[in-house]
């Protein structure tokens, strides 16, 4: 994308109230950002080889449209985009089905050393996932589907951040200014009450206001026609407006207790109270426009992200593209009903980013699509660790010939 994927991922906002006090400074530079490991970590990865292979091909994707000279930070050291795609080219081509964790993880160590995300202000990680949507809507409007969903306005105006450098040094990316920005715009309550009317930027109608709420929350999703056919959409662009939580102002009212707050029982509330419900979304002045997608959910890179691999985090601390490891908990539906939570530990690609995402202590991780991947969006805020797998020196050339990546379509 050239424009940074605002995320607005839903558990930081919705939970920042019930994060630790801060005890030391953020960590602001990228050079800060990766440490030595704290303490040993059993490396054992519990996803399936293949839809790791997938991830890695994306990288090498966008790696391979990126200057070889272009160098990532990696707190002490610096790697060209020349070395972080020959050590990825050299794990994708030797990634096999019947590969233990033990193996794995001793393939992945002939290539590359562990550093450790220095954590946010508790010096802790946190975890948070999101997913894909679906929800309900039609390409026309009818009385029950009469909630618009906007592509994005032919006056809306991004900038280059270069002239602002003083204004938005936090936008500052591996010691550059990167990206544009956009010049604020009509706000969530402008929109809703007509701003846009008659100018023909309607992609579709949802039935709901809450569901194109948290669609906009996790940037991409599905719509579920009347006819049962579906079309994928996705982020396009933002109203420029900053991200306000609307989970913390219920919190902040006295409306749901901070330790039961979730995207679940905050969908609850809404349905609980429609009165409240205009107030409550409009709090919220960031407002995401859409595009229709032919392909699978697409990162902050321009490529699909990949369930259970594929990371975001603060672009400006972490090198894009690059291979790391995770280290929490997530929930899992049983059979019964009920939730358990699971150990989460797999090597992931750092694929995305996002508004809501700041610091060296977040962590989202993207969950694809379906109940269980709601689930995991909705409950997690798990603490744990985040390791930055960074490539060896003196290994620059190929172990074989690199194959031809095509990620699978």
Same mark, same amino acid.
């Given at each position: 994308?050239?424009?940074?994927?605002?995320?607005?991922?839903?558990?930081?906002?919705?939970?920042?109230?019930?994060?630790?006090?801060?005890?030391?400074?953020?960590?602001?530079?990228?050079?800060?950002?990766?440490?030595?490991?704290?303490?040993?970590?059993?490396?054992?990865?519990?996803?399936?080889?293949?839809?790791?292979?997938?991830?890695?091909?994306?990288?090498?994707?966008?790696?391979?449209?990126?200057?070889?000279?272009?160098?990532?930070?990696?707190?002490?050291?610096?790697?060209?985009?020349?070395?972080?795609?020959?050590?990825?080219?050299?794990?994708?081509?030797?990634?096999?089905?019947?590969?233990?964790?033990?193996?794995?993880?001793?393939?992945?160590?002939?290539?590359?050393?562990?550093?450790?995300?220095?954590?946010?202000?508790?010096?802790?990680?946190?975890?948070?996932?999101?997913?894909?949507?679906?929800?309900?809507?039609?390409?026309?409007?009818?009385?029950?589907?009469?909630?618009?969903?906007?592509?994005?306005?032919?006056?809306?105006?991004?900038?280059?951040?270069?002239?602002?450098?003083?204004?938005?040094?936090?936008?500052?990316?591996?010691?550059?200014?990167?990206?544009?920005?956009?010049?604020?715009?009509?706000?969530?309550?402008?929109?809703?009450?007509?701003?846009?009317?008659?100018?023909?930027?309607?992609?579709?109608?949802?039935?709901?206001?809450?569901?194109?709420?948290?669609?906009?929350?996790?940037?991409?999703?599905?719509?579920?026609?009347?006819?049962?056919?579906?079309?994928?959409?996705?982020?396009?662009?933002?109203? !420029?407006?900053?991200? /306000?939580?609307? &989970?913390?102002?219920?919190?902040?009212? $006295? #409306?749901? %207790?901070?330790? *039961?707050?979730?995207?679940?029982?905050?969908?609850?509330?809404?349905?609980?109270?429609?009165?409240?419900?205009?107030?409550?979304?409009?709090?919220?002045?960031?407002?995401?426009?859409?595009?229709?997608?032919?392909?699978?959910?697409?990162?902050?890179?321009?490529?699909?992200?990949?369930?259970?691999?594929?990371?975001?985090?603060?672009?400006?601390?972490?090198?894009?593209?690059?291979?790391?490891?995770?280290?929490?908990?997530?929930?899992?539906?049983?059979?019964?009903?009920?939730?358990?939570?699971?150990?989460?530990?797999?090597?992931?690609?750092?694929?995305?980013? !996002?508004?809501?995402? /700041?610091?060296? &202590?977040?962590?989202?991780?993207?969950? $694809? #699509?379906? %109940?269980?991947? *709601?689930?995991?969006?909705?409950?997690?805020?798990?603490?744990?660790?985040?390791?930055?797998?960074?490539?060896?020196?003196?290994?620059?050339?190929?172990?074989?010939?690199?194959?031809?990546?095509?990620?699978?379509?």
């Amino acid at each position: 994308m050239r424009h940074l994927r605002i995320l607005l991922l839903s558990a930081l906002g919705l939970l920042a109230s019930a994060c630790p006090s801060p005890s030391r400074a953020p960590v602001t530079r990228p050079e800060d950002a990766l440490v030595g490991l704290s303490r040993k970590m059993e490396p054992r990865d519990d996803g399936d080889v293949a839809s790791l292979r997938t991830a890695v091909a994306e990288s090498l994707v966008w790696l391979r449209s990126r200057p070889a000279d272009h160098r990532f930070i990696y707190g002490a050291r610096q790697v060209s985009i020349a070395e972080l795609r020959t050590a990825l080219e050299r794990l994708h081509a030797r990634l096999r089905e019947d590969l233990t964790p033990e193996a794995l993880w001793a393939l992945v160590l002939e290539d590359f050393e562990p550093l450790e995300a220095a954590g946010g202000e508790d010096g802790q990680v946190l975890f948070t996932g999101y997913y894909e949507p679906t929800i309900e809507a039609s390409l026309t409007r009818t009385d029950v589907y009469n909630v618009p969903i906007h592509g994005p306005p032919s006056d809306l105006i991004e900038v280059p951040l270069e002239p602002f450098a003083e204004r938005f040094k936090s936008e500052r990316v591996f010691g550059r200014l990167d990206g544009r920005k956009v010049v604020p715009y009509w706000s969530r309550g402008d929109i809703r009450g007509g701003r846009l009317s008659g100018r023909k930027l309607e992609l579709a109608w949802a039935k709901d206001p809450v569901a194109l709420f948290f669609l906009e929350v996790q940037g991409s999703g599905s719509l579920l026609l009347p006819d049962g056919s579906r079309r994928r959409i996705g982020y396009a662009a933002s109203n !420029g407006k900053p991200y /306000r939580s609307i &989970g913390s102002l219920l919190i902040q009212e $006295g #409306a749901i %207790p901070k330790e *039961e707050m979730s995207m679940q029982a905050l969908r609850a509330w809404l349905a609980a109270n429609p009165q409240q419900c205009h107030r409550v979304l409009d709090h919220n002045e960031s407002y995401v426009f859409f595009r229709f997608l032919n392909t699978a959910s697409v990162g902050s890179l321009g490529r699909p992200v990949t369930a259970g691999r594929s990371i975001a985090t603060d672009a400006r601390l972490f090198p894009k593209g690059g291979l790391a490891f995770i280290h929490t908990e997530r929930p899992v539906r049983m059979a019964d009903g009920s939730v358990q939570w699971k150990p989460l530990s797999r090597f992931v690609l750092n694929q995305d980013t !996002g508004g809501a995402i /700041r610091g060296a &202590g977040r962590v989202d991780v993207f969950w $694809g #699509a379906g %109940p269980q991947a *709601e689930l995991a969006a909705g409950m997690m805020k798990q603490k744990g660790r985040l390791l930055f797998l960074v490539p060896r020196p003196g290994r620059a050339a190929p172990l074989v010939a690199p194959v031809p990546v095509t990620p699978p379509k």
